[in-house]
């Protein structure tokens, strides 16, 4: 089943974080690849996953991996 | 051990700084070169840990970023045993590194105090009758709440009970505040000033108005525009690409010192984050003022408008008839005034809430024998006395003398395009008010701020008759004005200029029955805002109807668009200077490369940070 997941971040700095950050989530089994959306300014991370493939803590254990915290998020 | 390190980033930027102070120190003061080596040893390898690791997680993800030159140019630097260089270009960094965190927040604070307004939590009617305190996630449609003085609104919703003002700065960006009672309608992010109000709720979280400008804003600041993403495109070729000319460089001179050079001025740290910190300052500036922009494509269009295409009613008028002059006629003119409007009180006539509106309060009296006069008026007695409340043909039936005087007001009056209301009592002519649609305040100076901006063409289209549009027209000082269009007739005309004329064209309406324009148009400009279709299908929404937004929104985006040029000005400008320094010059180094390149993201940082403060000047 697909959903779609917001995540919030620490704030970001430099946009080279967002590329990084997409390069991982685009890695992930299961994640929309053509949904990913990784907002700068805003520190938040739009994506669709396919929750029986991959578990939302998956995708924030990526994107933690990476270096960056996950403050919040919410599924649809 | 990497998340370590990482966290405390800032204390390792703050020990690498006073390891090379402390080295500098023992060399020249007392000449101890053992100390200055290995404390620039220690600050070097403390320094370039963050870095390198930051580097490894992009390349594990193909990345190759920054972070990836700075490692190998301070490797190589090192190698060289060049500590002197390899400490100071990662402290420099780091130090950069976190300037840029601190002023980007400035530039990201007018978003985050909008988005921070969001509400919390809600006081809901639970089963048992009593409000408890729950988060605003849990609130659903249908549920009663319970605002009190000095909250937030949860949701939008409908007052049930009770009475109260509110400032909505949240939604229309105007702190002014609106009286509450029941059956009025409450927005989400809006505070309660004063009293209590119990409501039900009708749309939660992102359905809500606050929620979707909060949603459009968030998705503006970071949308791209083709320039952005050109960019984007180039940078990611751009720094392999450096990476493969310093190679190239070792490969044929053998000097590795050359080749680290090169990674180092090569970083293109300034061009990719120029341009998005021009946009987020300028969409936040808007946001404050509920001027909403949606992203740098909109920004770059809309500061290139050379006609404003307006709808009349409702846009550069106020949308409802109001009096606009009153003369009075003989004696005991505050008798005839409650005369007027206890007559007026009953008619359900369009202009006789203008009247009544006008006289305000007064002393009523009972109406007798009221006869309605078809396409003329109503005549009654009132107190005993004939009351004639019409137009000029009433009165002349009802054998009203008009003096010269009257006849004079009645067609300055009608020049003017009012409506006219005369009231005669017992045969004698004692008010006459002019009735019409006003102009906004201030639209007349408003307009002519767009001119001094750079529109060239103000043009009016309304479905009214052509003498009325005339009459504002020329009292708004616009270039054209069309009437009798239908709204079909409006998005053909705005067509044709853009596709005959080669106009690049903004159409201005409140997006109640004009979608068609606001989506056809250059750009779609949505007044009053509030209405999902008017945020959904326009460019730029305003959420209230002040017309003296508009040229704050044009100057804004005008000022953005020349900041974003700027920006890229400086950043190229920096790497081209620094390329051919290294080429002419021989002071050119490692560290001097990196403290002009964090010097020059920091300067598109504050030159963005400009625009925070940005006010249209009048």
């Known amino acids: 089943m697909m959903k779609a997941a917001t995540l919030q971040l620490e704030t970001l700095t430099c946009p080279s974080c967002a590329a990084k950050i997409e390069g991982a989530l685009k890695s992930l089994n299961g994640v929309d690849q053509g949904s990913i959306k990784v907002l700068f300014n805003s520190s938040k991370v739009k994506l669709n996953f396919d929750a029986d493939t991959i578990a939302l803590d998956d995708i924030t254990q990526a994107i933690t991996k990476m270096g960056y915290i996950v403050e919040k998020s919410v599924v649809k | ?618």
Request: charged share 20%; aromatic share 6%.
């Open chain 2, 1 to 618: 051990m990497q998340h370590q390190i990482l966290r405390n980033k800032n204390k390792i930027t703050v020990i690498s700084g006073v390891l090379i102070a402390l080295g500098f120190l023992s060399l020249w003061t007392v000449g101890n070169e053992l100390v200055f080596e290995w404390a620039l040893i220690i600050a070097s390898i403390l320094g370039a840990a963050p870095i390198a690791i930051q580097a490894y997680q992009a390349l594990k993800v193909k990345v190759v970023s920054i972070d990836v030159l700075v490692t190998l140019a301070v490797t190589g630097a090192f190698l060289l045993r060049n500590f002197e260089e390899s400490a100071i270009v990662t402290f420099l960094f780091l130090f950069g590194a976190y300037l840029e965190q601190r002023t980007l927040n400035k530039t990201r604070s007018a978003i985050k105090e909008l988005t921070e307004m969001a509400p919390e939590s809600a006081l809901k009617l639970m089963d048992d009758g009593e409000y408890v305190e729950v988060e605003v996630d849990e609130v659903e449609v249908g549920d009663v709440l319970l605002v009190k003085t000095g909250a937030k609104v949860p949701v939008d919703g409908t007052v049930l009970s009770g009475e109260g003002s509110i400032n909505e700065a949240g939604i229309t960006g105007e702190s002014i505040p609106v009286g509450k009672e029941k059956e009025s309608k409450v927005y989400a992010g809006t505070i309660l000033d004063n009293g209590t109000l119990q409501i039900v709720a009708d749309r939660v979280g992102e359905d809500t108005t606050f929620g979707k400008i909060i949603e459009l804003v968030e998705e503006a600041q970071d949308s791209k525009s083709e320039a952005e993403r050109f960019i984007d495109r180039f940078s990611r070729y751009y720094t392999p690409a450096v990476l493969l000319i310093a190679f190239i460089v070792w490969l044929f001179s053998r000097d590795i010192a050359s080749a680290v050079t090169i990674l180092v001025l090569g970083c293109p740290g300034a061009l990719v984050i120029g341009v998005p910190v021009s946009n987020v300052a300028g969409i936040g500036n808007g946001a404050r003022r509920g001027i909403l922009l949606k992203g740098s494509e909109v920004i770059g269009d809309f500061s290139r408008v050379d006609t404003m295409v307006f709808d009349k009613t409702g846009t550069l008028t106020m949308g409802a008839p109001a009096v606009s002059a009153v003369e009075y006629y003989g004696e005991n003119i505050p008798e005839a005034l409650g005369y007027l409007a206890s007559i007026e009180r009953e008619s359900d006539h369009p202009l006789a809430k203008a009247v009544l509106d006008e006289i305000g309060e007064t002393e009523y009296s009972v109406v007798e024998n009221t006869e309605v006069v078809k396409g003329g008026g109503i005549v009654a007695t009132v107190n005993g006395h004939r009351v004639a409340v019409g137009n000029v043909a009433l009165m002349v039936k009802e054998n009203v003398v008009l003096n010269e005087k009257a006849q004079a007001d009645i067609a300055r009056l009608e020049r003017q395009g009012n409506s006219l209301v005369l009231s005669a009592v017992d045969g004698e002519l004692k008010i006459l008010m002019g009735v019409r649609d006003q102009t906004r305040p201030g639209a007349k100076e408003h307009l002519q701020e767009l001119k001094k901006l750079g529109v060239k063409h103000l043009v009016m289209l309304s479905g009214d008759n052509q003498g009325t549009v005339d009459i504002v027209g020329r009292e708004l000082g616009l270039t054209e004005a069309h009437g009798n269009m239908l709204p079909e007739d409006k998005s053909a005309f705005i067509k044709r200029l853009i596709e005959q004329e080669g106009r690049i064209v903004a159409f201005v309406g409140d997006g109640v029955n004009d979608s068609p324009s606001l989506a056809l148009a250059n750009i779609g400009i949505a007044m009053g805002g509030g209405t999902d279709v008017a945020i959904e299908t326009s460019d730029v929404v305003l959420m209230n109807s002040n017309l003296g937004h508009l040229p704050h929104a044009l100057g804004l985006a005008k000022a953005t668009a020349r900041n974003m040029k700027q920006n890229i000005l400086i950043a190229v400008g920096v790497v081209l200077v620094l390329i051919s320094a290294l080429i002419f010059s021989d002071w050119m180094n490692m560290s001097i490369g990196m403290l002009v390149h964090e010097g020059s993201i920091l300067a598109v940082i504050l030159n963005g940070m400009r625009l925070l403060s940005y006010r249209q000047k009048a």
